[in-house]
């Protein structure tokens, strides 16, 4: 029997998904391996609450936690190089790692647009560690405001935070963060009048993508939390203490970033098909166009859906059972003579949208809910998502502000200065 090597580049929610499905179906004679930069994965949908004082042990699983027991070797290395020619990838180790079938899911990276001063001075939010660097910076934004109480035009300076981008990251941010620095500036003796909350958006509307309808109330609760809302406003350029926009400025020492993610620059270095929207186009089974071996997953897929953590936890599924399908297919262990692959159907994700503490809005459908309601809707999603990548009692303990089982994660020890 043909050994086969079934490679998966990428340790987000359409990597882990796609080893973990490959995994419970047993192929005899297939390796399945997984090739991650990091030792962890990084619950992204989480950081907000990181940097506004959860814990980090939340947001950062050891991917030994995920993947014990499980038959799929993990490599913890950095791809650098596609051959396809070869079957090989490449990583910065200078190993080569050959493969039969390829799924690439390398997610998405923060994009500037080019704007001169964002890269240099704002805060991103795309990893454990840039979350960490600004809950420490929100901390000692308000240490510097008690330095000189009784100027209140610096205090107000320092005590400015903007978010660039009113999507769902930036929503969460936003509503999260005027009430946790509030709280933080009564217990260091600051008064918490002096904080400001800045949310800029360049569409006419908070949350672009979803109905006004919904989005509407959304924007209500978080003017009534005190977050300042500019619509139709966009960036020039940003300098050290200070915003540009369109047709005013900002003084500021913290600039937020949420405006603008792509698929990993990557997929265009490796001279793979993108679309106008940055993305790898695939066909019907998420696979390169001129190469069906290879396979694109989650944010780097022109699909309908991509972007959503949904959506990647879906193809990473789907596609671990294409490939199983063709390789039992190969294998003799189907009885059908003609093997007919199932064709990606997009599955329209849940949209859950926190906006301050214990209160969120859901689109479910044809279905809204706003509050608490909201709330624990997206909290038991949370909570889903941990059960599909960790047994039971883990789960349930990085449910529950984390636990024990991220003690020894590398990133969650970064930086880890601020209360």
């Not at 987000?12 to 090739?35: E, H, N, Q």
């Not at 915003?243 to 997929?267: N, P, Q």
């Not at 809204?368 to 949370?382: M, Q």
Request: hydrophobic residues 40%.
């Amino acid at each position: 029997m043909e050994h086969k090597r079934i490679l998966i580049v990428g340790g987000g929610f359409a990597g882990i998904s796609a080893a973990l499905v490959l995994d419970r179906k047993r192929l005899p004679g297939v390796t399945v391996t997984l090739i991650t930069e990091r030792p962890h994965f990084e619950y992204h949908a989480a950081l907000y609450r990181l940097v506004t004082g959860s814990s980090p042990l939340e947001v950062c699983i050891p991917l030994r936690e995920i993947f014990a027991e499980k038959n799929v070797e993990v490599v913890e290395d950095r791809i650098t190089e596609l051959r396809r020619d070869q079957r090989t990838v490449v990583g910065f180790s200078g190993a080569e790692y050959r493969y039969d079938h390829l799924v690439l899911a390398l997610g998405s990276e923060t994009n500037y647009f080019g704007i001169p001063g964002l890269k240099e001075y704002s805060h991103g939010m795309k990893s454990v560690t840039e979350a960490l660097r600004l809950k420490q910076h929100i901390t000692e934004a308000l240490l510097t405001c008690k330095v000189d109480f009784a100027n209140k035009v610096e205090q107000i300076c320092d005590a400015n935070f903007v978010v660039v981008g009113a999507g769902a990251t930036g929503v969460e941010m936003a509503g999260e963060l005027i009430v946790y620095a509030r709280k933080l500036a009564l217990e260091h003796g600051v008064d918490p009048s002096l904080i400001s909350v800045e949310l800029i958006e360049g569409a006419g509307k908070i949350l672009p993508a979803l109905p006004a309808a919904f989005t509407g109330r959304i924007e209500h609760h978080l003017r009534g939390l005190g977050v300042n809302i500019f619509l139709n406003r966009t960036i020039e350029r940003e300098e050290c203490e200070e915003i540009f926009l369109r047709d005013m400025k900002m003084r500021t020492k913290t600039v937020i970033w949420t405006a603008g993610v792509r698929a990993a620059h990557l997929y265009e270095a490796w001279g793979l098909p993108i679309d106008k929207r940055g993305k790898v186009a695939v066909d019907g089974y998420l696979r390169l166009k001129d190469d069906a071996r290879v396979f694109v997953a989650g944010d780097g897929a022109a699909t309908i859906y991509s972007g959503w953590a949904q959506t990647a936890l879906y193809d990473g599924k789907y596609i671990a059972h294409v490939i199983a399908t063709h390789l039992r297919s190969d294998l003799g262990m189907s009885h059908e003579t003609n093997v007919t692959l199932p064709l990606y159907r997009p599955k329209p994700p849940v949209n859950a949208i926190p906006a301050g503490p214990e209160w969120a809005g859901v689109l479910w459908g044809g279905m809204r809910f706003y509050g608490r309601v909201g709330w624990w809707l997206r909290r038991l999603a949370d909570l889903q998502i941990f059960l599909r990548l960790l047994p039971v009692s883990k789960a349930w303990k990085a449910f529950k502000n984390g636990s024990s089982i991220c003690e020894t994660c590398s990133v969650c020890s970064v930086e880890k200065t601020a209360p």
